[in-house]
């Protein structure tokens, strides 16, 4: 019965965060365009689905992702060896980021436009070998960028530092991309760090963080997130440099 409890307060809490976009969209439906949304039964399902979608994805990461990125970190951290617990951070940035389903979207959002705009052959061999460079750059980028953010942590360095020169790093290389990678490449940080990267990566650090003597998982513990929102503008700009010019 609590569990019927909890579930049905999650559900709740679901639609009061889904209560804004609701007023926003009704409010520029019937005052600004005086019309009745089309196929108003259709999205008063779609609303219901995803209710009970940011229900059951906030079930699974407290249960599921949470837990398993922590007691891995804790544990490799306990067993001592940098070694396995840098190729950890690699790995887990690496294949996060390539299932993302949002940076697969976005890549062959941007292989289809490169294509129209005569920037490559416009042929699925090409527009499909476009999409997947841009997905294991940005998949590299961030595993390189967790795997930075882990030796931060075990070393005690602070955060700012790293962001500031990076962000530095990111006009210099603006200055001599290609144009039609520059916006690509800005999205790319922001389309890395979604729902499955995001819960693990975070997991990661506060994990290691608990467990490191001398590091405060409040201080230390997060920032992996902004590693991984940074490193793929930097290499998704070289590799329009490489490829694109």
Do not use: C
């Not at 460079?133 to 942590?153: C, D, K, N, P, Y």
């Not at 962001?163 to 039609?180: C, D, E, K, Q, W």
């Not at 963080?209 to 201080?219: D, F, H, L």
Request: glycine share 10%.
């Amino acid at each position: 019965m609590s569990a019927i409890t909890k579930l049905l307060q999650a559900m709740l809490s679901s639609f009061k965060d889904l209560i804004p976009i609701i007023l926003v969209v009704s409010f520029f439906e019937i005052f600004v365009l005086h019309q009745a949304p089309a196929e108003l039964g259709s999205i008063l399902v779609g609303v219901v689905f995803i209710v009970l979608g940011l229900t059951f994805f906030v079930f699974g990461l407290e249960m599921g992702l949470f837990p398993i990125g922590e007691s891995l970190a804790e544990a490799l951290a306990r067993k001592g060896s940098v070694f396995w617990l840098v190729i950890f951070s690699f790995s887990l940035g690496f294949g996060t980021t390539l299932a993302e389903p949002a940076l697969t979207a976005v890549a062959n959002e941007a292989a289809q436009v490169a294509a129209n705009a005569g920037a490559i052959e416009s042929n699925q061999q090409s527009m499909s070998s476009y999409a997947m460079g841009l997905r294991l750059t940005v998949a590299i980028s961030v595993g390189l960028a967790i795997l930075l953010g882990v030796i931060r942590i075990l070393k005690g360095w602070p955060i700012h530092y790293l962001i500031i020169g990076g962000y530095v790093l990111v006009m210099i290389l603006t200055s001599f991309a290609p144009a039609n990678i520059i916006g690509i490449a800005y999205d790319s940080g922001g389309v890395t760090t979604s729902t499955i990267t995001v819960p693990l990566v975070t997991a990661l650090g506060v994990g290691l963080a608990s467990v490191i003597k001398g590091r405060n998982p409040m201080i230390d513990g997060f920032g992996l997130i902004a590693f991984a929102s940074l490193s793929p503008m930097i290499f998704v700009l070289l590799y329009g440099m490489v490829f694109l010019q």
